[in-house]
């Protein structure tokens, strides 16, 4: 203990750099976050402010009172949470199922095809997935619809309806996510012994129970993992809800990070944008605390 | 009853036949072991008898029964495996009950059957614990417990004493063979430990390329070698084979059945001259060179000469033809024996 304690000169020397990188990227900007949620002002009054303590003007607590004020400011936090809530979902839930179908006895052929197609959307640009989806989605000439009215099934408005844009995106996401996450789950099971497999055959185990009860149980580590970059990333979304939507129709695909730019850069109010910026920075941490308590114990360890 | 038939068993992955035509009938209530270098087969028919292989051609039955295309879990088997292959996230009582679940046994019955088990195999004071926190051991156990806990027609054991320490895997041995003895079901063991092999099977069958070498029990297989491989399998040190001497025939000799003193009725007589000995304590071996080729001899007496003579009875030589079979000896091969003895 009281060696643990003692100033350990050359152990500073060796972490510096790196806490140097910390502090100038991740401390640094957090703390300017947080004292810009307190000021108010135009961006081009806080540019000529510079770092001159004497001429910020600040705001109190208003910034945060806007937004508790605004309605919309709920359903954007709605709306973000909906996001996260299917797309990690889906993004577990769906990498699950195919990675489980990918390493059962299927032909190996297929499923290395089948893997490198899935995995195939991870490596485009998301500006060009995008495009491709602006043209599928498009409710007079796009692919989607071509097929639905050629059914006489009736066209869905896909990005220009309230009701359907935010999924519209989801999918877009799910569709670009699946294969890496695919990826790892497969990479997980096929870590467990295929003797675990074996006896589970002689043991006279359905499939389907074979799944909850051993190969679940026996990837929960990556899961976990999974479950918490997902959601931390899902609520980070930004640039394919600026390609597709811009927040539209009727702020239905709104959500937080695309708030903090639109009020940022659009509207000019840094302050608002650098309020909403803190509640998505407590939202998320709060989040990644709970998920190592509430998962650690749940999870299982090899 | 767990009687298994093997009718006409063909086994390829791919173009590589690892079985080209087996047949094989294991008796209900033996303790058979498969036994056999790597690569010989032994595995692959196990996981065929088990369900985890599909053979190319041929039949499989299980107390008449055909099983050739039936699920692993219908078959009424149970199997060990060489690295335990416990469900690493249950419990050990989860590791038991799985198969009961699974088969459909009510939970008052599944507590029974479990407490039952863990108490003949010595589990109680672990049924809580998850495997991590086992020894090799008792991991041993627990896949024990699971199979024996389904009382199935037939045990397969697929090495399953490779992944303990020396001391350890002796005892369990007696355990096994006096567990087999308790429950009286068949059991199927693979090993490529002759020692095993030798100490626990009632009938032994020894492969080689996918082909049975000899199916008998270990006496026979011991004192009568179908072949020359067989003979050379089983024993430590090896039979001294000799290869020249006799025309067209091969001869050969156990290293413990040559003594180094005059001996009474017929024997065989070589010079040999001691290159390398190893004192055992309880024995030497001597690796000699003879007219005849290289030779080991193992002896319970320390001899300090570098040249002995070596005195082996004629009922405990060994002549094999030019395929390398088993044939008996005769008058002529007495004679010729006589013209090379010195």
Redesign the interface.
């Known amino acids: 203990m009281k060696k643990g304690l003692r100033f350990n000169l050359r152990g500073m020397e060796l972490i510096a750099p790196a806490v140097l990188v910390m502090l100038v990227f991740t401390v640094y900007p957090i703390i300017y976050l947080i004292i810009g949620s307190f000021r108010s002002g135009s961006l081009i009054a806080w540019s000529k402010a510079g770092g001159a303590l004497s001429q910020i003007q600040w705001a109190d607590f208003k910034n945060y009172e806007y937004l508790l004020a605004n309605a919309d400011f709920g359903k954007i936090v709605g709306n973000t949470v909906l996001y996260v809530v299917m797309l990690v979902a889906g993004r577990i839930g769906c990498s699950l199922l195919l990675a489980w179908w990918l390493n059962s006895k299927i032909n190996k052929r297929l499923s290395k095809t089948t893997q490198a197609i899935a995995f195939m959307p991870h490596v485009i640009s998301l500006v060009s997935v995008s495009m491709v989806f602006m043209w599928l989605y498009n409710k007079d000439t796009g692919f989607f619809n071509s097929i639905l009215t050629s059914l006489k099934l009736p066209a869905c408005e896909f990005l220009d309806s309230e009701g359907t844009a935010l999924i519209s995106i989801v999918f877009v996401m799910l569709w670009k996510s699946l294969g890496y996450y695919t990826l790892l789950m497969l990479a997980a099971m096929q870590s467990v012994?295929k003797?675990?497999y074996?006896?589970?055959?002689?043991?006279?185990?359905?499939a389907w129970?074979t799944f909850l009860?051993?190969t679940i149980?026996?990837i929960?580590p990556t899961i976990f993992f999974t479950t918490i970059t997902a959601t931390i990333n899902s609520f980070n979304v930004f640039d394919v809800i600026n390609l597709l939507t811009q927040g539209g129709p009727i702020n239905s695909t709104n959500t937080l990070v695309y708030y903090i730019y639109s009020m940022m850069f659009k509207f000019s109010k840094p302050g608002v944008g650098c309020a909403a910026g803190v509640i998505l920075l407590a939202i998320v941490g709060t989040l990644t605390i709970v998920y190592f308590r509430v998962m650690e114990r749940r999870v299982?360890y090899? | 009853m767990g009687e298994i038939k093997l009718i006409g068993i063909q086994k390829a992955f791919g173009k590589d036949v690892v079985i080209p035509d087996l047949n094989l009938t294991i008796e209900d209530g033996s303790f058979t072991v498969l036994v056999g270098p790597s690569g010989c087969g032994k595995s692959t028919t196990l996981r065929m008898v088990?369900?985890?292989e599909v053979p190319t051609a041929g039949q499989i039955l299980i107390d008449n029964e055909d099983v050739t295309s039936m699920?692993?879990?219908?078959r009424g088997?149970?199997?060990v495996?060489?690295?335990y292959?416990?469900?690493?996230?249950?419990t050990v009582s989860g590791n038991i009950e799985?198969?009961l679940?699974?088969?459909k046994v009510p939970k008052a019955e599944r507590k029974r059957l479990i407490s039952e088990i863990a108490d003949i195999v010595g589990l109680t004071p672990y049924l809580d614990r998850k495997p991590?926190a086992l020894s090799g051991g008792q991991r041993q156990r627990v896949a024990l417990a699971?199979a024996m806990v389904?009382k199935p027609k037939v045990f397969l054991l697929d090495e399953p004493l490779s992944n303990l320490d020396a001391k350890l895997r002796a005892a369990m041995r007696v355990e096994l063979k006096q567990l087999h003895q308790r429950l009286g079901t068949t059991f199927v063991y693979v090993t490529h430990d002759q020692v095993e092999a030798m100490s626990m099977a009632d009938n032994i069958v020894l492969m080689d390329k996918g082909i049975i070498q000899q199916s008998s029990n270990p006496a026979t297989i011991y004192h009568r070698p179908q072949n020359i491989f067989t003979a050379c399998f089983i024993g430590t040190p090896p039979m001294n084979i000799f290869e020249n001497g006799l025309e067209n025939v091969k001869f050969g000799a156990r290293p413990e059945k040559i003594s180094l003193e005059p001996i009474e009725g017929q024997a065989f007589r070589l010079k040999v001259d001691v290159s390398t000995k190893e004192m055992l304590g309880a024995e030497c071996i001597y690796y000699c060179n003879s007219k005849l080729g290289q030779i080991i001899i193992k002896s319970p007496d320390d001899y300090p000469q570098k040249e002995l003579m070596g005195y082996i009875a004629y009922k405990d030589l060994h002549f094999f033809d030019a395929d390398s079979n088993r044939i008996d000896i005769n008058d002529q091969l007495k004679a010729d024996l006589d013209r090379i003895c010195d």
């Open positions: 012994p003797e675990v074996e006896a589970a055959e002689l043991d006279n185990a359905p129970r009860r051993i149980p026996c929960s299982h090899q | 088990a369900g985890l699920p692993s879990g219908k088997i149970a199997m495996f060489q690295n292959a416990i469900y690493p996230t249950m799985f198969g679940i699974n088969n991590s699971r389904k």
